[in-house]
Antibody, heavy 117, light 108 residues
């Protein structure tokens, strides 16, 4: 079955760029929407944005100025970059395969990213 | 912006009992609502979409109902593996993807 795995640095310094990659296995990245969602420690879920396999994107307005999501169909991966991070960006970051988009049907296990000097 | 609220914040239930979780939208969202279950240290899992359609592999004891502004997730007979946090999520309008604050279901 389809599995998603997040990877990337677990510690990022303030003002730098957070970069994560989601690798899709057991299925193709083609013909689906793919989202990033985050969850600060002890708090709720926040949708960051999605990308369609063709490259079309949509971002949460609250993060749009700092976020870029890209896709590599050859590697079956999609990626997240968040610029100018602060402690408020400390969270577990999840990637997900969507229906629709926006219905997050299959999730990765998540990766904790801490912003600290 | 449409705001999602969930009640109660915590629901204490005995195994085998029925649980009803409420989710409300500040404006009508038709049936553009999903429910997710999250256990400690795990990713959320999609339970329900379209307000009442169970996702693949979800047991029949989970059911969703409602439309417009009021929605309910019902767990007919709680099993030990059902104690978790449950989030509702709307997926219409803009911004299109907003989660409620969650309801924690714990053991009474």
């Amino acid at each position: 079955q389809v599995q998603l795995q997040e990877s990337g640095p677990r510690l990022v310094k303030p003002s730098e760029t957070l970069s994560l990659t989601c690798t899709v296995s057991g299925g193709s990245i083609i013909s689906y929407y793919w989202s990033w969602i985050r969850q600060p420690p002890g708090k709720g879920l926040e949708w960051i944005g999605y990308i369609y396999y063709s490259g079309n994107t949509n971002y949460n307005p609250s993060l749009k100025s700092r976020v870029t999501i890209s896709v590599d169909t050859f590697k079956n991966q999609f990626s997240l970059k968040v610029n100018s991070v602060t402690a408020a960006d400390t969270a577990v970051y999840y990637c997900a395969r969507d229906w629709g988009p926006y219905i997050h049907a299959i999730w990765g296990q998540g990766t904790m990213v801490t912003v600290s000097s | 912006e449409i705001v999602m609220t969930q009640s109660p914040a915590t629901l204490s239930v005995s195994p085998g009992e029925r649980a009803a979780l409420s989710c409300r939208a500040s404006q009508s969202i038709s049936t553009n609502l999903a429910w997710y279950q999250q256990k400690p240290g795990q990713a959320p899992r999609l339970l329900i979409y379209g307000a009442s359609t169970r996702a693949a592999g979800i047991p029949a004891r989970f059911s969703g109902s409602g439309s417009g502004t009021e929605f309910t997730l019902t767990i007919s007979s709680l099993q030990s593996e059902d104690f978790a946090v449950y989030y509702c999520q709307r997926y219409n309008n803009w911004p299109p993807d907003t989660f409620g604050p969650g309801t924690k279901v714990d053991i009474k």
